[in-house]
């Protein structure tokens, strides 16, 4: 019953900022890492951004780094992703997607949609004006 759910996707306008959240459920959340990958009309999935377990390492892919922010509350069980100055070529279906994390709980942060064994819905973000 392990369940990612994605939301906060939307229309914006270029320069604009989203927040995506990754909300899961069914699972020890603190024991993965979470990955956000997305998928635009004809191109393959690709990495955006993952955090650790714990929180402790995250990176980003070079397309949205220095506009993009990864966190995440074990708390709450849920991941997010904080979008700005966006642009155009960020439109695109974004999912995230967890992984085993045991061997790694502060260090383990893949960008690597191939070695996700969980995937979320999806939630559409289109930029444009």
């Known amino acids: 019953q392990l369940q990612l759910v994605e939301s906060g996707g939307g229309l914006v306008q270029p320069g604009g900022s989203l927040r995506l959240s990754c909300a899961g459920s069914?699972?020890?959340?603190?024991?993965?890492?979470i990955g956000w990958f997305r998928q635009a009309p004809g191109k393959e999935r690709e990495a955006v951004s993952c955090i650790s377990a714990r929180g402790g390492t995250t990176k980003y892919a070079d397309s949205v780094k220095g506009r993009v922010t990864i966190s995440r509350d074990n708390a709450k069980n849920t991941v997010y992703l904080q979008m700005n100055s966006l642009k155009p070529e960020d439109t695109a279906d974004y999912y995230c997607?967890?992984?085993?994390?045991?061997?790694?709980?502060?260090?383990?942060?893949?960008?690597?949609?191939?070695?996700?064994?969980?995937w979320g819905q999806g939630t559409q973000v289109t930029v444009s004006s």
């Open positions: 069914g699972f020890t959340f603190d024991y993965y890492a």
């Open positions: 997607a967890a992984v085993g994390a045991i061997s790694g709980l502060n260090t383990l942060c893949i960008l690597n949609p191939t070695d996700a064994a969980y």
